[in-house]
């Protein structure tokens, strides 16, 4: 089957603009998280989502930042008012159900770049 | 609150020569870890992983890895690397259903 898919792989906006960026998981997959990867970094956790609602959002930089995943499946990640520090790759993965050990399955990440 | 350590940004090795990556970690409790590769353009996928019993864990590719509770490490391991072995290669624990703590990251590079 299918892998994580997130579209766009690129997105370059302006500072001030909004964003939206989204992330299809393996189907069948109840556990969702995004992560931010900077350069030279390791990928940050920002939110997990168990079903339709946010289990962990610890990782959200500020409220800048928002995800919503309504029907259980697809997730979007939105960003208000970007700024050049959000400049990075925002990765997605998925497993199955979400406990401790399990594997999380990562897509290509969307490339952000905000000018 | 849990960390991880590459104590290496960069490794060159040659070709056929063996490889150790390693990685610390720091935790109050019982973690589960991860070793997961970056191949140039590619995302982030799972080389092995380590959840309980035998402190010995063999991933894809020919690599593996030894946990050791006493000195909090996870070093990775090849015996005999090949130039598609060029990659990133993250270290992360996880303890819980939610977030995976990655660490920066160790470049190998493989010389001909």
């Known amino acids: 089957g299918a892998g994580v898919s997130q579209t766009p792989s690129n997105k370059v906006t302006e500072k001030g603009k909004y964003v939206e960026l989204r992330c299809d998981p393996i189907?069948?997959?109840?556990?969702l998280y995004w992560y931010r990867q900077s350069l030279g970094q390791g990928p940050e956790f920002l939110i997990y989502?168990?079903?339709?609602?946010?289990?962990?959002d610890s990782g959200l930089p500020n409220d800048r930042f928002f995800a919503v995943r309504p029907e259980g499946s697809v997730s979007t990640l939105k960003i208000q008012r970007t700024e050049r520090g959000d400049s990075a790759v925002y990765l997605c993965?998925?497993?199955?159900?979400?406990?401790?050990?399990?594997?999380?399955?990562f897509g290509p990440g969307t490339r952000l770049l905000v000018l | 609150a849990q960390s991880v350590t590459q104590l290496d940004s960069q490794v060159p090795v040659f070709e056929e020569a063996p490889v150790e990556l390693r990685c610390n970690y720091s935790?109050?409790?019982?973690?589960?870890l991860f070793w997961y590769v970056q191949y140039p353009n590619q995302g982030l996928q799972l080389l092995l992983k380590y959840l309980s019993g035998s402190t010995l864990v063999k991933g894809i590719n020919g690599f593996e890895a030894e946990f050791n509770k006493s000195q909090t490490s996870f070093h990775l391991r090849k015996p005999s690397v090949h130039i598609s072995d060029t990659a990133e290669y993250f270290c992360?624990?996880?303890?819980?259903?939610?977030?995976?703590?990655f660490g920066k990251g160790t470049r190998l590079h493989i010389l001909p």
């Open positions: 993965a998925s497993s199955p159900g979400g406990a401790g050990g399990e594997t999380q399955y």
């Open positions: 935790s109050s409790v019982s973690v589960y």
């Open positions: 992360a624990v996880n303890i819980r259903d939610d977030k995976i703590i």
């Open positions: 989502f168990q079903g339709t609602g946010a289990a962990d």
């Open positions: 189907s069948g997959h109840t556990a």
